[in-house]
């Protein structure tokens, strides 16, 4: 068994600075010490594990779109190089990893390796530090055969890469699935769950990520129209509109639905979502979502913001625009949402 390890930046291999948390932890020869002393459990040698950095490493609060695209270059050179490793783990950053996690589940529906996504809240040299077991899991994981497909390995559990959120800035349980079940739970021995049952509706190859115009806003009590209008101004190419319960808007609120009905107009798609962790968001269970269902506003299901706006960027890589793009919102592409209860 061959996994190849993608460091991409993050707090886990930060170091201090007079100006903060830098990347510059000597990331080989932790692994190494790490592998030496077999704590994944399993018989996985320094020589079965493979180490780069991608250039420049960065804090993921600075990631792109442009960023998920050089981690899938990355990942697809090796995928089709010589030896190419039978599992991949990417070290990231914490604040932005569930937004990559989702981005890398779109654009590799082909890859025949799972991919797994890591990090930690405290950088590796710390007393104390989430680190080791963040990575021993993920390497556990790895070579488990159990898994495909992207998942997010986070505070002893296993969760879908598309389907995780960054619940905590300072737990160690820093992730979780609101709308999902974890695939596993670490222990002894690890509890797995079903494998969910991930419809991959996006055949062929994908085109890449590249950094488009997506606002996300969210709703509050008492927002005017005027305040919406001008939130939207110029036109960005896609709106992900966060508002409350399953997807309603406030219906009252004179000339709210007509600013959301002139985007869907000028080919705008326009996205609903929720503030809940947890939703199924249906536009139409109410007659304040009703108004924007009818103006032609998509629902995101049970899908979190990070799986919604990696989706957007995805699609609008793709070329898709406007009721096009809106139709593949309630579409699964990678398993990142329920299709149906039923
Ligand atoms: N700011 C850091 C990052 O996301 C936080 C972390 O890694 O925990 O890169």
Not at 109 to 121: C, E, F, K, M
Not at 155 to 160: C, D, K, M, N, S
Not at 325 to 341: C, D, F, N, P, Q
Request: proline share 6%.
């Amino acid at each position: 068994m061959r996994i190849h390890i993608t460091y991409t930046g993050g707090t886990i291999g930060m170091v201090d600075s007079p100006h903060g948390l830098v990347p510059g932890a000597d990331l080989e020869g932790w692994l190494s010490t790490l592998l030496g002393e077999n704590a994944t459990g399993q018989d996985l040698g320094r020589e079965d594990v493979t180490l780069t950095a991608l250039e420049p490493l960065i804090d993921s609060s600075n990631a792109t779109p442009e960023s998920w695209q050089l981690i899938v270059d990355d990942l697809r050179a090796r995928a089709t190089g010589p030896n190419p490793p039978d599992a991949f783990i990417i070290l990231h950053g914490t604040d932005t990893m569930a937004y990559t996690s989702a981005a890398l589940s779109y654009a590799l529906t082909d890859l025949t390796q799972p991919v797994i996504v890591t990090g930690s809240q405290l950088p590796l040299g710390v007393v104390g530090s989430d680190a080791a077991p963040n990575v021993t899991g993920a390497l556990r994981a790895a070579v488990s055969g159990r898994i495909n497909g992207v998942t997010l390995f986070f505070g002893h559990r296993l969760l879908a890469g598309n389907r995780a959120t960054k619940t905590s800035a300072w737990a160690f349980r820093g992730f979780d699935s609101p709308s999902v079940a974890p695939l596993a739970l670490t222990g002894a021995p690890w509890q797995w769950s079903a494998p969910l049952a991930c419809a991959h509706g996006w055949e062929g190859t994908a085109l890449p990520y590249t950094r488009h115009d997506v606002a996300v806003i969210d709703l509050v009590p008492g927002i005017t129209a005027a305040r919406l209008k001008a939130m939207v101004t110029p036109e960005p190419e896609v709106v992900i509109l966060r508002a409350f319960g399953v997807g309603n808007v406030p219906s009252d609120e004179p000339g709210l639905t007509d600013v959301v009905a002139g985007l869907i107009e000028a080919e705008v798609a326009v996205v609903v979502t929720s503030q809940c962790h947890q939703a199924e968001v249906v536009l139409g269970h109410y007659e304040t979502g009703d108004a924007i269902a009818r103006a032609g506003a998509v629902g995101s299901r049970d899908m979190t913001l990070e799986a919604v706006y990696a989706k957007v960027q995805f699609l609008l890589a793709q070329g898709l625009r406007g009721a096009e793009l809106a139709a593949w919102i309630e579409r699964s592409i990678a398993g990142e949402l329920t299709e149906s209860r039923d």
